[in-house]
């Protein structure tokens, strides 16, 4: 699992070293593998290092501290290195002395340079850019020189990955022994992200969690010799209507392609879900459905009286259940519903967007309202809370937590699942892990990567429908299971 921990936490692990810390020896570390880092982008980018021109936008602290130490390496180099000062009473006095002992001068300007290296905040930033920082920034971002940033992009915020206006957009950023939680929320702002061991111990619990593809792949449910159909996994879908029956066949086809043992569809789309998977089991009336392991409820399934009917029908039934779309509506507007959730011994996965977890959100008269476009962590894990219920917050990063406040995340790493019909797809996927006995956040997040998985070969770097999305799932986890150890 890669660990994603606090600015606090990260200030609380380097004082954990002691004299590491205070006789500058972190510092020190950190000097050589920005240098390190900056080395390498210029050879990657100019294609060699020597007579090249590095400018160190250097701000107050140990952030800028770090860049003023590094342009000893980088003269070593054959480099020649100038910083703009953005409080230069407030500079670093050791960083500042060793880099004019080093050869480097003091400039106004950086859009000259061939890479400018971001030292304006760091950690301790919140807020946007502030001058003259912000116009030193927009000239170089004009200017289109390459940005490696120190630790975190200036402007974005470390813990909540908030990217205020203005702030820096960097091609790389570099981070010592542990990642920010900005990395993952803001991982355009940041570009590549190297992470140089400096020796500062991890802290015995991350912040947030993200799965590699690895893990993911172990953890995938495959059959095994004495497995059967029922064995590996039933799961029912309750999804579309006759007139659009679209996002039925969407889920279905999903949990199908997710290795769902056997997939029972719910609903008035049954002949269409036929026509397109004969494998499943299709029929109109939930009383004729059969025993499922996990349901998915509510991918245009409808929010009327009978839907709110039916959604109840599914909570009594002692399973999984995994409600989405028009379910989250059905259960935003219900108060009972809501209550049927806290009370269910069986688990409940909700996986709603940004509208209609605020619209949860409000229904529960949750303190998640005042957070919404502020902390998107502590929303959906006070919300999970309230309700009793895993919440998935869907977006580019997408987090699963528990009602205990334990979250994974993942990063789709693009945002070619943004289309119609994208989250029918993700539900029936999720719902084949639950049938299969993953755990809500197991189920969320491993669906998550699969999905963004599968976008990304299904895009091939153009826009897609939920069809071609549909289509790329299987290919994807074919994909996925070449990874497994």
């Known amino acids: ?64 501290g770090d860049a003023l ?16 000062l953005t409080a230069p009473e407030r500079a670093h006095a050791g960083g500042l002395a060793d880099f004019r002992a080093a050869g480097g001068t003091l400039t106004d300007t950086a859009a000259d340079a061939d890479l400018v290296v971001d030292a304006i905040v760091g950690l301790g930033g919140h807020g946007p850019l502030r001058e003259p920082a912000a116009t030193v920034m927009a000239d170089v971002a004009s200017a289109r020189v390459p940005v490696v940033a120190v630790d975190v992009p200036s402007g ?19 981070t010592f022994s542990l990642r920010r939680l900005a990395h993952l929320y803001a991982a355009p702002s940041c570009g590549e992200i190297t992470v140089r061991d400096i020796g500062i111990p991890e802290p015995e619990r991350p912040e947030l969690v993200s799965p590699s593809d690895v893990e993911t792949a172990d953890a995938w449910p495959l059959p095994g010799p004495t497995d059967d159909k029922y064995s590996q996994g039933v799961v029912g879908i309750i999804a579309g209507s006759t007139r659009y029956p679209g996002a039925a066949v969407l889920a279905t086809t999903a949990a199908i392609a997710a290795t769902s043992g056997l997939t029972r569809y719910v609903g008035p789309a049954a002949e ?35 839907a709110a009917d039916l959604l109840s029908r599914v909570f009594a039934d002692d399973v999984p259940v995994l409600v989405d779309a ?11 519903l809501r209550d049927m959730v806290r ?68 990063d789709a790493g693009s945002s070619w699942a943004a289309t119609a019909g994208s989250g029918d797809v993700l539900s029936g996927i999720a719902g084949a892990l639950l049938a299969a006995g993953r755990a809500p956040r197991e189920a969320g997040t491993f669906a998550a990567r699969l999905h963004a998985r599968a976008a990304a070969l299904a895009s091939g770097g153009a826009p897609i429908g939920a069809s071609d999305l549909v289509a790329a799932v299987a290919p994807a986890l074919r994909e996925l299971m070449h990874l497994r150890q």
């Open 69 to 84: 130490y590094a342009a000893r390496h980088l003269r070593r180099r054959g480099v020649r290195v100038r910083a703009v």
């Open 1 to 64: 699992m890669i660990g994603y921990h606090t600015a606090d936490a990260i200030r609380d692990a380097e004082r954990a070293t002691g004299p590491l810390l205070t006789d500058g020896v972190l510092m020190a570390r950190a000097a050589y593998g920005l240098a390190s880092t900056v080395l390498d982008e210029l050879r990657r980018r100019c294609g060699h290092v020597y007579g090249t021109t590095v400018v160190l936008v250097v701000g107050a602290g140990d952030n800028g």
């Open 343 to 410: 009370s269910r011994s069986a688990p409940v996965l909700l996986t709603p967007h940004a509208g209609e977890f605020a619209r949860l959100v409000r229904a529960v008269g949750s303190a998640a309202a005042d957070l919404l476009d502020t902390d998107r962590l502590a929303a959906v894990r006070i919300l999970a809370a309230d309700l009793g219920a895993t919440i998935l917050l869907k977006g580019r990063v997408t987090l699963v937590a528990d009602p205990d406040g334990e979250t994974w995340a993942t």
């Open 156 to 174: 974005v915020d470390p813990d909540t990955g908030k990217v205020h206006t203005p702030s820096v957009r960097a091609d790389a950023t570099v």
């Open 326 to 336: 028009d379910g989250l509506t059905v259960l935003a507007g219900d108060a009972a």
């Open 272 to 306: 269409h879900v036929l026509a397109h998977r004969p494998e499943a089991v299709a029929v109109t009336d939930f009383a004729d459905a059969g025993r499922v392991q996990a349901w998915v409820f509510g991918p245009g399934a409808g929010t009327d009286d009978a």
